[in-house]
């Protein structure tokens, strides 16, 4: 049994406690909170700072983790893939020390469970080995070419049998983005998905749902411009890597609503960047999956810096009580993997959202998109959300050099 205490303590679903103390089991469940005063101080550990529950990173592609620092920032987002689809073919061990030692910094920079994007299976050993809670977004894409849909899948879905799925971890199907999916790649998706949850037709959606999607979309004003009327980049990407997309047809609105056409909406979904993201695709969303409980919004501040050099309006979503959750992307698109470092980025550039809020969207928002909220997310009897220490100093402020300790 530990007996852990500080200055201040963020159970995030309650306020925050002054003397509190956390008293956990040897495997980090927390047994009780109680006051200081009732234990003999011998028998506390005492911290200055202020204790907050392990953060939650909704988006990552740990497997890409090989090409840090290989791709310039500021190109914006079509030069960005072209180099990573340029920069895979490197040797396998090369690929695996990078995935360990990813997912370890992740450990130590206080992160409790990850949504991770992956596309091949080279990152399930290292899952199934991690103290960190994995959620395998295992992503397709056919270039939009419906002829293709079926071998793409199939040959994915040998990718999403290897993930790892044991130990709390977790698996599903998604589509990459709304520009690289057919409809009928959405189709074969969705009905995937519904083969994993049980009952999934008759799942009473007031109780939670059963499993978890993600989508990475509105992350360039190509993306829209490509649905609106097909003009921007994407034509150009597209005949770059010789893919024909005579086919397509615009549909004369943003991306948003292709993804609400095809995506089935009754799992949470994460719309991962939302970089572009106007209150109209909000409410869109919201009105399509009959509100908001199981949407959420997945932002990649350091991401959506490093590669275009812009950032979300915070405020379209505080506005319309969207929940957001963050997220780092990977290393090739990223500084570091550190879900601290996104919260800074934020408070740094759009300052007007509080510390409270920030606190929430690192941890329980989280946790509920994963599906991971029984057990993470918040500091309360019974979870076991892991236990951080962070020096906020006196005024209990967010700082650019505020550090994070892992203690459980
Ligand atoms: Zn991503």
Redesign the pocket.
């Known amino acids: 049994m530990r007996k852990l205490t500080a200055d201040l303590l963020l159970p995030i679903t309650s306020a925050p406690l002054q003397n509190a103390v956390v008293i956990t089991d040897d495997q980090g469940k927390i047994l009780a909170i109680d006051q200081r005063e009732n234990h003999d101080p011998a028998s506390l550990e005492v911290h200055r700072g202020v204790i907050t529950p392990g953060f939650i990173n909704a ?1 990552c ?1 740990l497997e890409l983790s090989h090409m840090k620092g290989v791709a310039p920032t500021g190109t914006g987002l079509l030069p960005f893939l072209k180099t990573v689809v340029n920069h895979r073919h490197v040797p396998q061990e090369q690929i695996d020390a990078a995935i360990e030692q990813g997912d370890r910094e992740m450990w130590e920079a206080g992160i409790q469970a990850v949504g991770d ?1 992956c596309n091949k299976a080279d990152t399930a050993a290292t899952k199934r080995r991690s103290p960190i809670r994995y959620y395998s977004f295992v992503e397709m894409f056919d270039f939009l070419n419906d002829a293709r849909a079926q071998q793409t899948f199939d040959g994915y879905y040998e990718v999403f049998a290897q993930q790892s799925d044991g130990n709390g971890d977790r698996k599903s199907c998604v589509p990459h983005a709304p520009y690289t999916v057919s409809p009928t790649l959405f189709q074969l998706i969705n009905v995937a998905n519904s083969r994993l949850a049980p009952n999934f037709l008759e799942h009473d959606y007031s109780k939670g749902r059963q499993f978890t999607i993600s989508i ?1 979309s509105q992350e360039t004003p190509h993306e829209d411009q490509f649905f609106m009327d097909k003009t921007g980049d994407f034509v150009e990407f597209y005949k770059a890597f010789g893919i024909p997309i005579d086919h397509f047809q615009p549909i004369g609105h943003s991306s948003m609503f292709y993804t609400l056409e095809h995506l089935d909406m009754r799992p949470n979904v994460v719309f ?1 960047h939302n970089t572009m993201t106007k209150p109209f695709d909000i409410k869109a969303a919201n009105a399509w999956a009959g509100g908001m409980k199981g949407l959420f919004w997945c932002s990649c501040p350091n991401a959506n810096l490093h590669i275009e050099n812009r950032l979300p309006n915070y405020r379209y979503f505080i506005e319309n009580e969207a929940i957001v959750c963050l997220g780092t ?2 290393l090739t698109s990223n500084w570091q993997l550190s879900i601290l470092e996104e919260m800074k980025t934020i408070a740094r550039y759009q300052s007007y959202v509080p510390f409270e809020t920030l606190r929430r969207w690192a941890t329980l928002t989280g946790a509920r998109a994963l599906g991971f909220e029984e057990d993470l997310g918040s500091i309360e009897v019974g979870k076991s959300p892991g236990l951080l220490l962070l020096d906020l100093g006196e005024d209990l402020r967010l700082k650019q050099n505020t550090k994070v300790k892992r203690l459980v």
Do not use: E
Request: proline share 0%; hydrophobic share 30%.
């Open positions: 988006h592609h994007i990475h991962v992307d990977s």
